[in-house]
């Protein structure tokens, strides 16, 4: 049962965490701070990063939680967390982002594209928004992000495109991820944190959530690929980087290999960081195959999300006592908009901590934590990694959040019809 009496250690974190995301729609601020004081330029850099928000503030609450109950107390709290998930991103993102796989992944996406009457760039743009989100359901949704975010950046944000077009791209891509992963039971983190708990096995998922979810996916990337055809038609987009010269099979397939390994032990840290760390070995070796790995975007990517679950941890008091209070439809409609201020995966987490739940609270918890996962940078584990590769093209290198959640309106409205059909 809920404390109905927070402890002030929670209220705190409570008030650091609404800082914290407060804070993410300000970094535009500080990146403007930086270019007016030369002398704290850097300590402005730093705070105009989205992806040091949450952990700057996380590292706040554990110097409060050690002068307020002590060193130790602060050092039991962190050992109490589970960091699986930002340690398995940064094995995931790098790995995916590889050039033997983005190589792959360029062959397959151009492949399908041919066989779509469209011109190539429309194709290839469809194509990106379409397959490779739901590609997430088998790869996971980190490595789909990364994939998707990365083909993307050379098919459409290198090239001269609107900011419109940027960012409707990458609000479709944020929202077709996080719903794209749900055919199967563990590329999902909303789902993975309540699947063995609930009993959603494959078949479950696929004739449950996956062709609701296909249907979103499929007329989200329809409707934007339409919207700008236009502009599209007169892209002519350059081959692929990864494509410069010969790619071995051998090397290719090994790098499949690692990354299958690391989705297969995804829930083992020592497993999936060892297999890490091998890869790193043979990209050595094979160095001449190999592009720059992205480990300090990945490594950044992997510090938002541990100060996430850091400030995540105390959040429980106020959350468990929204959800506890709504129907079924409230529910779900309660779960998306929640997801956009909160990770979606906390949210199903602390469902799954009410028992004695009905079936139409559990669909509602999950179909509405990942119907809003595209709304904000927050929202969904893999979004800091599409944010991390594509903010660069933005104009000031920064994504907007109040352009973001615009963007993902309309996407995020397609999921909510998509999920209501036939509704349990």
């Given at each position: ?159 001269r495109v609107s900011e419109k077009l940027k960012y409707a791209t990458i609000g479709a891509l944020f929202v077709n991820v996080s719903i794209g ?209 594509l903010k660069g093209h933005f104009r000031d290198e920064s994504i907007s959040p109040i352009g973001l959640i615009t963007a993902a309106a309309l ?14």
């Amino acid at each position: 049962m809920t404390n109905l009496q927070p402890s002030t250690l929670e209220i705190i974190a409570a008030a650091l965490f609404a800082i914290a995301i407060i804070h993410t729609f300000s970094t535009k601020f500080f990146a403007r701070l930086a270019h007016l004081d030369s002398a704290h330029s850097g300590t402005w850099h730093l705070l105009a990063e989205v992806e040091v928000v949450f952990g700057f503030w996380a590292f706040i609450l554990c110097i409060f939680i050690g002068v307020h109950e002590g060193v130790g107390a602060g050092v039991k709290y962190l050992d109490s967390r589970n960091f699986t998930e930002p340690l398995f991103v940064f094995a995931i993102m790098v790995i995916a982002a590889s050039r033997p796989i983005l190589h792959l992944a360029g062959l397959a996406v151009r492949a399908i594209a041919t066989m779509i009457p469209l011109r190539r760039s429309v194709a290839t743009y469809f194509v990106s928004l379409s397959m490779v989100p739901l590609l997430g359901s088998f790869i996971t949704e980190p490595a789909a992000m990364t994939l998707g975010a990365l083909l993307l950046r050379e098919a459409i944000f290198k090239l001269r495109v609107s900011e419109k077009l940027k960012y409707a791209t990458i609000g479709a891509l944020f929202v077709n991820v996080s719903i794209g992963g749900v055919l199967t039971p563990y590329a999902a983190p909303p789902v993975l944190m309540v699947a063995r708990k609930w009993g959603f096995d494959f078949h479950f998922m696929i004739t449950t959530f996956g062709w609701r979810a296909a249907i979103a996916v499929f007329t989200t990337a329809a409707v934007i690929t339409f919207l700008f055809r236009e502009e599209l038609r007169e892209l002519s987009p350059p081959s692929p980087r990864t494509d410069r010269g010969e790619m071995p099979v051998l090397v290719m397939a090994m790098h499949l290999l690692f990354l299958a390994g690391v989705v297969v032990f995804s829930h083992h840290p020592a497993v999936f960081l060892g297999l890490f760390l091998f890869f790193l070995g043979f990209t050595e070796a094979y160095k001449r195959y190999q592009d720059r790995l992205i480990l300090r975007e990945g490594l950044l990517v992997a510090f938002f999300l541990a100060g996430l679950v850091t400030l995540g941890g105390y959040q429980r008091w106020w959350l468990e006592a929204v959800l506890l209070q709504l129907s079924p439809t409230a529910l779900y409609y309660g779960a998306t908009a929640l997801t956009a201020i909160t990770d979606n995966a906390a949210l199903t987490y602390l469902g799954s901590l009410v028992e004695g739940v009905s079936d139409q609270f559990k669909y509602a918890m999950v179909a509405g934590a990942v119907t809003g996962g595209g709304l904000t940078v927050i929202a969904n584990a893999p979004n800091p990694a599409g944010f991390s590769i594509l903010k660069g093209h933005f104009r000031d290198e920064s994504i907007s959040p109040i352009g973001l959640i615009t963007a993902a309106a309309l996407p995020t409205l397609i999921a909510i019809l998509a999920f209501q059909i036939g509704a349990p």
